[in-house]
């Protein structure tokens, strides 16, 4: 697959033209290495479906979640402020996002402080270009017939009640989808969110990652699907002390969709 | 005539304390913070029918939740029978909507069945407990109280039932014998297998035990009345206000606070004058002093008070908790029942000092609820999605780290390192914020 380039806000503007979406990246997609490759796959597919997209770049800040899930309030909105200020300076309408914590507190949250966009998780995103037949899929893609279960990432699936649009991108993978004893509205957390991904669990008996591998295991899937960043590495880590790395694969659902469309570079 | 005398005493003793305890929970709700929840009133409304009337969340467990039915709707609906029972008290009268006939017939025999239904589910809800021990029950803040309090309102409401079949039971054998004052009224499709216990009796028995069958019931009705509010039985009442102001927000939405707001507004106003003197408040308003999130019980919503005493104790937020599950500190549960008993303690150290709070040295936060409690949440929502009446725990923990970080400065030390990085370089990490978009070099 060739490479192509992510346009950013400042290019696009410089050269006269407005994105249709901005692809918000998000903190854990623009740093963490195995993040990364969700954030790129994501790009692979809004390229490959020639959606006029651009990023922000280094205009780019934090949400404003950790801090304020951690009782930092002041800090939440300084950030949202000068988020704000960026998208509403570029005169941002419509938003796509790999992390269900930036698509929340940006739907939810940024509306009364003055930024007011439609935001999208990437699986409703994706949902959408499947559903109106703009990706189509390999023949013979690693994932047909595979049984995958979804892991509800808190913030999209209870915390937002979008359980179904994930769900239909693995349906599209001709896929078996097995459901976890605890999913949906009971789906159970896996230990990262409220800004626990920043610091050690309090003492207890079990880390909260390896109770939900347990639930994994016992769908016996061979593929963990995952809609968050966070989740993603809480179950990578819950699989590998689970000693399971070489039967079950944890990734996200771009990731997924872009190898099945054969759109990842070699 | 001396025992209607004695009856609309008793009636106007247990009316009067109850009422006085209601006051003073209604005093303690009043003394939380002021938020505004007069909006979408059909919206509330419908939401108090489906959850509170309707019980809508209560079935997300089966068991539980068809048995709690049964003692739910017997009873409200065998309340119709209170009535009765106190027009007869006062006016001496016996079975006074024997009038209605057949109907009547058909409602004495539906109160039996659903009086059996209310005794069979509590002989249940018993053996759950005590027997078979489920663990909700079972974790460290049911010690004590609370679990004898659970206790005490089931055994009261298998001997309530008993006494009202009974009371039927004797009654029939009354009225079949045609002892005076018993009119023949009623059907009693339930009570008719008791009557063998006391069919033995003399007729001075009969009447004997189906008077003291009445006045057993009357009374345990009217204990219960003056209990309920003292106890996490309160949710009877407490469920329909609950739901009626539930968070209407989807559940991951957490609050900006308007405070926080202003302040930021000012910082990114280049023309804010910050020596400016602030415009004068209306006539006869003090400023509140100005205190970030929640430390002591005052701190809390009248809204987030309400919960703590509707809360019932019966721990489906901490079974569903990650924290809870993994052995963590944390249980929301006891975040409410804390919440409560804090509450309670104002309130009665206010009583206590004409009206005014006496510094007892202790709050909310730190004596009755730790950091560590509160640093293990993970803000999933699990605990708002479990309560049958829509509580929200979580709420009340991040309101108390707001009041850990903005007050006192005090937090993990990781979470400080969080922190200073989305200060310094906008994110949560120790990444120069240039290299943001570096990932775009190799997509």
């Not at chain 2, 009445?214 to 345990?220: K, Q, T, V």
């Amino acid at each position: 697959m060739n490479t192509f380039k992510v346009p950013t806000m400042a290019e696009m503007t410089a050269e006269g033209k407005a994105p249709d979406v901005l692809f918000w990246v998000g903190c854990a997609g623009s740093f963490d290495d195995r993040a990364k490759s969700i954030t790129k796959a994501i790009a692979r597919i809004l390229h490959h479906t020639e959606i006029s997209f651009a990023v922000l770049g280094a205009e780019e800040s934090c949400t404003g979640d950790p801090a304020k899930r951690a009782g930092n309030e002041f800090l939440f909105q300084m950030q949202a402020a000068a988020n704000i200020s960026v998208l509403n300076g570029y005169g941002i309408k419509k938003i796509v996002t790999g992390c269900p914590h930036c698509f929340n507190i940006m739907k939810n949250e940024y509306p009364e402080l003055g930024g007011k966009y439609e935001v999208m998780h990437h699986s409703q995103f994706i949902a959408t270009l499947i559903a109106d037949g703009k990706l189509t899929l390999a023949d013979d893609h690693p994932f047909k017939g595979k049984r995958i279960t979804f892991h509800d990432p808190c913030y999209l699936g209870r915390g937002n009640g979008e359980y179904d649009a994930p769900r239909s991108v693995i349906e599209a993978l001709d896929a078996e989808l097995v459901e976890m004893k605890r999913c949906k509205s009971k789906g159970l957390c896996c230990g990262a969110g409220g800004a626990q991904m920043f610091k050690e669990a309090e003492k207890g008996n079990k880390e909260i990652n390896d109770e939900r591998t347990e639930d994994v295991l016992e769908t016996k899937a061979s593929v963990v699907a995952t809609g968050c960043p966070f989740c993603n590495t809480m179950m990578t880590d819950g699989v590998k002390s689970a000693e399971k790395s070489n039967t079950i694969d944890v990734k996200d659902i771009a990731e997924m969709i872009a190898q099945a469309a054969n759109i990842l570079p070699e | 005539m001396i025992s209607q005398f004695i009856f609309v005493l008793m009636l106007g003793l247990g009316i009067s304390l109850f009422a006085r305890r209601i006051a003073f929970v209604r005093r303690n709700i009043n003394m939380g913070r002021n938020i505004d929840l007069s909006d979408r009133k059909s919206e509330r409304w419908k939401t108090m029918a489906l959850v509170a009337l309707g019980q809508s969340k209560m079935v997300a467990r089966p068991v539980a939740g068809i048995l709690h039915i049964f003692v739910y709707v017997g009873f409200v609906i065998i309340n119709l029978e209170m009535l009765e029972i106190v027009i007869d008290g006062i006016l001496g009268t016996h079975r006074i909507f024997s009038f209605l006939g057949p109907v009547y017939d058909l409602l004495i025999g539906a109160f039996e069945f659903l009086a059996l239904g209310v005794l069979v589910a509590c002989a249940i809800f018993l053996i759950r407990r005590n027997v078979i021990g489920l663990a909700r029950f079972k974790s460290k803040e049911m010690g004590g109280w609370p679990s004898l309090d659970a206790n005490i309102i089931l055994v009261a409401e298998i001997l309530l039932m008993f006494a009202f079949l009974s009371m039927n039971a004797t009654d029939a054998i009354a009225m079949e014998r045609g002892l005076d004052h018993y009119s023949v009224a009623g059907s009693f499709p339930i009570s008719q297998y008791l009557t063998p216990l006391y069919v033995g009796l003399s007729d001075v028995g009969l009447v004997f035990a189906e008077r003291g069958f009445w006045w057993f019931h009357i009374a345990g009705v009217l204990s219960f009345l003056v209990y309920v509010p003292y106890s996490k039985h309160f949710h009877i009442l407490l469920a329909f206000p609950n739901t009626y102001y539930s968070n209407l927000d989807v559940s991951a939405k957490m609050n900006n606070m308007a405070s926080v707001k202003k302040e930021v507004d000012l910082m990114m106003d280049p023309t804010a004058d910050p020596y400016a003197t602030p415009a004068p408040l209306p006539e006869g308003q003090v400023e509140d002093p100005p205190c970030f999130g929640v430390k002591d019980g005052a701190d809390l919503s009248w809204k987030q008070i309400m919960e703590s005493y509707s809360c019932t104790e019966c721990g489906r937020c901490t079974s569903v908790c990650p924290a809870s599950n993994t052995g963590k500190e944390l249980s929301p549960r006891k975040i409410m029942m804390d919440c409560r008993d804090r509450m309670d303690e104002i309130g009665e150290n206010r009583d206590a000092n004409s009206g005014e709070f006496k510094e007892d040295g202790k709050k909310l936060l730190g004596d009755y609820i730790s950091e560590e409690e509160l640093w293990a949440c993970t803000s999933c929502q699990a605990c708002v999605d479990a309560c049958p009446i829509n509580i929200n725990p979580m709420g009340i923990i991040l309101d108390m780290r707001r009041s850990l970080i903005m007050e006192d400065s005090k937090s993990p030390e990781p979470i400080t390192t969080m922190f200073n990085n989305i200060e310094n370089n906008g994110a949560p990490w120790a990444f120069p914020a240039a290299s943001r978009g570096d990932w775009i070099k190799d997509a």
